[in-house]
C-alpha cells in the first residue's frame, strides 16, 4: 500500500489557515496528511490587532485556536519553532525534530522591518503580534498615569506626545483608535490634564501621502479624517533613528515624544531568508503563476512571503490577498497529490476598507470609493464575517457595541 504524500503548512497566520480550510474541501481524508506547523497554537486575526493596542477589543478576542480548523479537516496541528528546511532532503527542521515533505508550503507570515535604522528595536513598540498590542496599550495607560501626577503641563506636554511612524493601514488606523480613546474614554477620567493642548499625535512617512498601496481617493478621505481628529499628518519625511523619547528624521527634524510606535513595513522572518531559493530584491520568494517556488515542484508559497507578479507588479503583502490566493494553492496541492497538472491563479482585488475611528472609515468597491458611516458599516461587516468561530463573532459585536455606548478597556491590567 503506497504511503500518503505528506503536505507540511509552515505558519498558521491567514494564508496558512485559509488553505487549511480549502484543502478540508478538495482533499479526501485518505488522499493525504496534512501537517501545520506554528509556534503559535492560535490563529491571528491581525487586522483588528490595533484595536487590542487601543483597548477597544480584549486579546481573546482576536486569537483562534488553529486545532479546531486542523482537526475538524482531520489534518494535524503541532507547535514548535520552525528552524529551517533542508530543500535537499525535504526536511523541516523544528525544535522538536525533523518532519518530512513531500510538498512543503511556506507560509510564514512576515515580521516587522525596521530598516537597518539604529535605535528602532529599542527606542519603538512594534505593532506586529498580540503581546505587541498588549505591550502598546499597557504603555498608553501607564503614561497618562504618570502625566497626572506631573505638576507642569510643559512635561506633560512631552509625555503626551504619541509618534507613530508608518502611515501605511496600521499606522493610520492605530493613530485615529488612539485618538478615540483618548477623547472618549481617557478625557473624563484624567480632569487635570488639558486634552485640546497636551495631548498630541503625530504620524510620520517618507512616502507622498498616506496608504500608498491603496487608491488615491481612500489616501484623500484618510488625510481629511486625520485633520478632524487632530493627528498631525507628517509626510515626505523619511526617519533616520530613534532615540529614548526621540525621533529624528533625514531633513534634520526631531520629534520628542513619550510614545513611539513603529509600524514602517515588513520584512521576511529568518526562516525565508535562509531558504535557497530564489528571491526578490524585498526577500521575498518567487513564485510562478502556479505558487511553486522557483523550479521546484515540492516547495509552495503566497501570501506575504511569496512574490507573485502579476501585470508587471507583485501582489500587495495583505490578508486579503492571502485569503483570495488561498483556493488556487489548495487546488493545485490537491491536483499535485493527483499527478494532474496545476491552474495559473489570475488575481481579482475586491476593494480596500480602512477603519478611520467613531462611524467614520473609507471603502473602495470597485470603482467607488465612500467614506463615513456607509464605510464604516460595510467595514464592521466585512470583518465580523471573516472572523472565525461564533464565539469570537459573538465577542467581537458585544466588545464592539460595549467600546462604543461606553469607555474602552481602560485599567492597566496585565
Known amino acids: 500500500m503506497r504511503e500518503k504524500p505528506r503536505i507540511v503548512v509552515v505558519g498558521g497566520g491567514f494564508a496558512g489557515l485559509h488553505l487549511i480550510r480549502q484543502l478540508e474541501q478538495r482533499l479526501r ?19 483588528l490587532l490595533y484595536q487590542v493596542a487601543t483597548g477597544e477589543l480584549p486579546p481573546h478576542a482576536v ?29 523541516v527542521i523544528t525544535g522538536d525534530g525533523e518532519v518530512p515533505y513531500d510538498h512543503v508550503v511556506v507560509v510564514p507570515g512576515s515580521s516587522a ?25 499597557k504603555h498608553i495607560l501607564g503614561t497618562f498615569q504618570r502625566a497626572a501626577t506631573f505638576r507642569e503641563a510643559a512635561d506633560r506636554k512631552v509625555l503626551l506626545t504619541f509618534v507613530v511612524v508608518g502611515a501605511g493601514p496600521t499606522g493610520v488606523e492605530v493613530a485615529s483608535s488612539m485618538r478615540d480613546l483618548m477623547d472618549h474614554s481617557l478625557r473624563p477620567m484624567y480632569p487635570e490634564i488639558d486634552f485640546a493642548k497636551e495631548v498630541s499625535i ?20 484618510a488625510t481629511k479624517r486625520l485633520a ?4 498631525t499628518l507628517v509626510m515626505r519625511t523619511p526617519v533616520s533613528e530613534v532615540q529614548p523619547g526621540i525621533v529624528r528624521t533625514r531633513g534634520g527634524a526631531v520629534f520628542h515624544a513619550g510614545t513611539i510606535v513603529w509600524s514602517g513595513g515588513v520584512e521576511m522572518p529568518a526562516l525565508v531568508r535562509g531558504l535557497d531559493l530564489p528571491k526578490a530584491q524585498d526577500g521575498r520568494i518567487r513564485v510562478d503563476d502556479h505558487f511553486r517556488a522557483g523550479a521546484r515542484r515540492d516547495v509552495w508559497s503566497f501570501g506575504d512571503a511569496a512574490y507573485f507578479i502579476q501585470d508587471g507588479k507583485p501582489l500587495a503583502q495583505q490578508a486579503q490577498v492571502a485569503v483570495l490566493e488561498a483556493p488556487r494553492v489548495a487546488g493545485n496541492l490537491a491536483r499535485a497529490v493527483r499527478g494532474e497538472p496545476p491552474v495559473a491563479y489570475r488575481h481579482y482585488p475586491k476593494g480596500d476598507l480602512i477603519a478611520l475611528g467613531r462611524r467614520q472609515a ?53
Open 29 to 47: 481524508r485518505d488522499e493525504a496528511d496534512v501537517l501545520v506547523l506554528d509556534r503559535n497554537d492560535y490563529h491571528l486575526f491581525t487586522p
Open 63 to 91: 486569537a483562534y485556536p488553529l486545532r479546531q480548523p486542523t482537526s475538524h479537516a482531520g489534518f494535524r496541528f503541532r507547535r514548535t519553532e520552525v528552524q529551517g528546511i533542508d530543500l535537499d532532503r525535504r526536511i
Open 362 to 414: 473609507g471603502a473602495q468597491i470597485g470603482d467607488r470609493v465612500f467614506g463615513g458611516l456607509p464605510a464604516w458599516s460595510v467595514w464592521r461587516v466585512n470583518y465580523l464575517t471573516q472572523l472565525l468561530g461564533i464565539r469570537n463573532r459573538t465577542t467581537l459585536l458585544t466588545e464592539w457595541t460595549l467600546s462604543y455606548l461606553s469607555s474602552r478597556m481602560v485599567a492597566d491590567t496585565p
Open 202 to 221: 503625530v504620524l510620520i512617512d517618507g512616502a507622498e501621502r498616506p496608504l500608498t498601496q491603496m487608491d488615491q481617493r481612500l489616501s484623500l478621505l
Open 113 to 137: 522591518n525596521d530598516f537597518g535604522l539604529p535605535g528602532v528595536r529599542s527606542n519603538a513598540l512594534p505593532l506586529k503580534d498580540l503581546a505587541d498590542a498588549q505591550r502598546i496599550r
Open 228 to 231: 478632524q481628529q487632530r493627528v
